[in-house]
């Protein structure tokens, strides 16, 4: 374990976590735009095929926030379905191990460092 403060440490990882998941949504961006130029899907609505729109259509589907601007289309349906189930467990997930990192090092105040 790093020996660093406790909140410090608890700092480290809510940006690590915060860089893992834009990792994870540029992921699939790069893969709603590459299925989108080999064809048999579309992404439609307020979409002009940029990888900008990509990159927004895949922030609203991982956060499950869902405007309903850009629809998708064909095969392509699966993946916004699985990037939103992913979205939901790994925000979740993230969410509780930084409560149980709270509570243990800001809460107990047994270790004498707040």
Known sequence: MLNIRPRLRVLVAVFAAFIAHVAE??????????????GG???????????????????????????????????????SVLEALIGLILIGWTASFMYIEMQKFWMSGKNGRR
């Open 25 to 38: 949504i540029w992921v699939f961006a790069w893969a709603y735009y590459l299925l989108l130029q080999v």
């Open 41 to 79: 899907s579309a992404l439609g609505g307020n979409f002009d095929g940029s990888l900008l729109d990509c990159i927004y259509f895949s922030f609203s589907n991982y956060t499950s926030l869902g405007y309903g601007d850009i629809e998708p289309f064909g095969h392509i349906r699966f993946l």
